[in-house]
């Protein structure tokens, strides 16, 4: 068997470049939308994945699933097995601000947790995962360029959709964090450990103050022109 338990590609059936949104059909029409030539590289368990061109260049689109440990086991695999060397996150979020709006952007600098991941991978101690700064970097100076509102700064990936703490929000909110997700701390502390880059971009789908929802085809078709502003960062800059 070429591939893994969870990836049924062959060798070279991944760029070194991937997105990674948590939604199979997220991937699925992102890949329609942007890449040239995108063929389907994996199915298995329906956690879709292509690779395709843009301007020319390979790239790769695969869902993580919801939560670290999805996110892990896709991660690993492609990072161990399949020569991945840089994993865009580029998910949703529950926005925390109180003026934040659907749809707006968080580039995640950093993600707090309350998950044991990171803790059992680095011998109990407390993992500052970060994203990789160039990557942050390219995408941030892109997006300005093209005139596009990105905010920066720490998001917290949780284990619960439904916390159990009923002051949670209040808790992470006192410490300034700008958003909740629930991969980016797992997958910032992969690339580390296996010597590879990731990062995370952001669509507010809801923002948690104010109970606003984006609706689930909202969703699913977050980000739009937005993933050229990141391709371009990350496949045209100088610093690659």
């Not at 998950?115 to 995408?139: P, Y």
């Amino acid at each position: 068997m070429n591939g893994t338990p969870h990836i049924q590609a062959e060798p070279g059936d991944f760029a070194e470049l991937v997105l990674m949104p948590g939604d199979p059909l997220r991937a699925q029409a992102l890949a329609k939308q942007h890449l040239q030539e995108a063929r389907e590289v994996n199915s298995v368990r329906n956690m879709l994945g292509y690779t395709g061109t843009w301007r020319g260049r390979p790239v790769s689109i695969m869902a993580s699933g919801m939560g670290m440990p999805s996110i892990s086991i896709y991660a690993h695999e492609l990072f161990t097995h399949f020569g991945v060397q840089r994993i865009v996150r580029v998910g949703t979020c529950g926005g925390l601000l109180p003026e934040m709006r659907l749809g707006d952007l968080v580039l995640a600098t950093s993600a707090s947790t309350d998950s044991a991941m990171n803790r059992q991978r680095f011998h109990g101690w407390d993992l500052a995962a970060a994203a990789d700064f160039t990557m942050l970097r390219q995408v941030w100076e892109s997006a300005r360029r093209a005139g596009i509102d990105v905010r920066a700064g720490e998001v917290f990936s949780t284990d619960y959709f439904y916390h159990p703490d009923q002051a949670f929000v209040e808790k992470v909110q006192a410490m300034g964090i700008l958003a909740l997700d629930m991969e980016s701390a797992a997958l910032f502390s992969l690339a580390r450990f296996h010597g590879c880059r990731a990062m995370t971009l952001l669509s507010v789908s809801d923002v948690i103050p104010n109970g606003e929802h984006a609706s689930t085809d909202a969703r699913q078709n977050a980000f739009g022109n937005v993933i050229e502003v990141v391709l371009t960062a990350l496949l045209e800059s100088s610093d690659e």
